[in-house]
């Protein structure tokens, strides 16, 4: 007989779990081994902290996402099928707190969490729970702005600033309201790209690595371990989230995607990314959520131009088939295709920063035109694809 469960389940959960059963419980088997001190402590003597960082929080979320993906079908707490959105299938938007837990508890479990990373944390968990709450049961825009102005205004106090202007009055004013400015915008950005399957799961393990090359680069091993925990986590939910040509069985929902996004502005603002050169210091994070910012720029402009949108309140509600990933999907006919561009030109800007950190102040502005015009090729491809 059949019940609700099987009847709104994927193909993935009626027909793949039997030989998914033994992948994913070697995958547990693996994150208790791991949990076990002396297997800890023998990673730590052999010098590989990093690695083991990296395979708890690659094998605790494998083992967790499947979890969600029953509890999702068992509860009916999936992300139906809608005319706004491009699945087909009834699919579980609990793949968050698979991730969430496998990032933490790698964390957690080797001792690596310093004290600014505290309130990054907490902050970062208060806004899981509401976007857990949202996919659940859909709260208003103003509702989860509060709450991302909320979670910022925690790191703010916390001590975590961007200091682009100088000291004084008006430079720690003006640096409190771009620090508030840069994670909200950035946490709603990437919330925007968990569209397709294995886009923001991608581009949350892509602007990780980058981040965590130019800490280890910068002797700022913590950040860098943080940075590992997210790729490990991300790595380990992506089979779930990008099976090919077939359906997701799982998406990140609302509370992972404002998570990662929140957690990776966060670590932006905290990272040291130059010693002297402001340029550098300014362009690098520029360049690493360089696919964001563009996306949330052209929307805006774009929305406002057309007329689409007239108020703050109306930008807020509106929600339409119109950020990158969909324009690209209608320029080159495939949604594989449209996160494979979105992940290159991901790539391309991380390997500017990359570059950017070697480069004096002419090289560094030869590298922000170049990425410019990087960004002006899409902005041509998407037109040509439009006017098709």
């Not at 709104?8 to 081994?33: C, H, Q």
């Not at 771009?178 to 950005?189: D, Q, Y």
Request: charge should be neutral.
């Amino acid at each position: 007989m059949k019940t609700l469960e099987t009847e709104l389940a994927p193909p993935f959960y009626a027909t793949t779990w039997r030989w998914m059963t033994p992948v994913v419980s070697g995958a547990a088997l693996g994150t208790i081994a791991l949990a076990i001190p002396a297997v800890r402590e023998l990673f730590q003597l052999e010098g590989l902290r990093w690695l083991h960082i990296f395979l708890f929080a690659f094998l605790g979320t494998g083992a967790l996402t499947p979890l969600m993906v029953r509890i999702g079908h068992r509860w009916n707490l999936v992300d139906i099928p809608a005319d706004r959105k491009i699945h087909v299938l009834p699919t579980p938007r609990l793949g968050g707190l698979a991730l969430y837990a496998g990032f933490l508890g790698s964390l957690l479990l080797n001792s690596i969490i310093p004290d600014w990373m505290v309130a990054i944390l907490v902050a970062g968990s208060l806004l899981l729970i509401i976007g857990v709450i949202d996919d659940i049961r859909e709260l208003p825009a103003w509702a989860k702005l509060c709450g991302q102005l909320l979670a910022a205004g925690i790191v703010i106090a916390s001590g975590k600033i961007l200091t682009l202007f100088p000291l004084g009055p008006f430079g720690d004013a003006a640096n409190i309201v771009l620090t508030l400015l840069w994670i909200v915008g950035i946490t709603n950005a990437f919330n925007f790209f968990d569209g397709m399957d294995g886009l923001a799961a991608g581009l949350a393990v892509l602007m990780a690595g980058f981040m965590g090359v130019v800490a280890f680069e910068t002797d700022q091993s913590g950040l860098g371990w943080l940075a590992i925990a997210m790729i490990g986590a991300g790595l380990g939910f992506l089979p779930y989230n990008f099976c090919g040509g077939r359906p997701a069985v799982i998406f990140l929902g609302d509370g992972g995607s404002t998570f990662i996004g929140f957690t990776l502005a966060c670590l932006a603002v905290k990272g040291n990314w130059a010693d002297s050169n402001p340029i550098v210091s300014f362009s690098n994070p520029l360049l690493i959520f360089g696919v964001l910012i563009y996306d949330m720029v052209h929307i805006t402009v774009e929305r406002v131009a057309t007329g689409k949108v007239r108020s703050v309140k109306e930008w807020l509600d509106y929600v339409g088939k119109d950020h990158l990933h969909h324009r690209l999907e209608r320029a080159l006919g495939s949604r594989q295709a449209s996160v494979a561009m979105i992940l290159l030109f991901t790539i391309c800007l991380g390997l500017a920063a990359l570059a950017l950190r070697q480069a004096g102040t002419t090289e560094a502005v030869l590298l922000l035109i170049q990425a410019g015009l990087v960004a002006a090729m899409i902005t041509v491809l998407e037109i040509s694809g439009r006017r098709r």
